[in-house]
């Protein structure tokens, strides 16, 4: 089961992108929009490639919208293929 994607499309408070989990406390690495997470609904979401990549891990029938740049596509399914889903939780 993955977590729908029901937050607003704007920057959180603490000023991290939107693919940002709130239980999330890292922080982003590069652009807000550097990527875009489409979920298996079709819902879309903007953010860093850090946050983008935690987000795909633990988001079920996720991926990256097409397009993304290559190169920014690449190290987000790469590093989501190294994290455990929502890795924060277990302090990662
Ligand atoms: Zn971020």
Redesign the pocket.
Known sequence: MGRPLDRPASHSPQG?????AAEDP?????S?DDATIIDRNGAEVA??????ARLLAGLEGARVHPFVLARHALDIYSRARELPPFAWEIGK
């Open positions: 991290r992108c939107a693919a940002a890292t922080p982003c690495e590069g807000y953010g860093c490639i850090h946050h983008c």
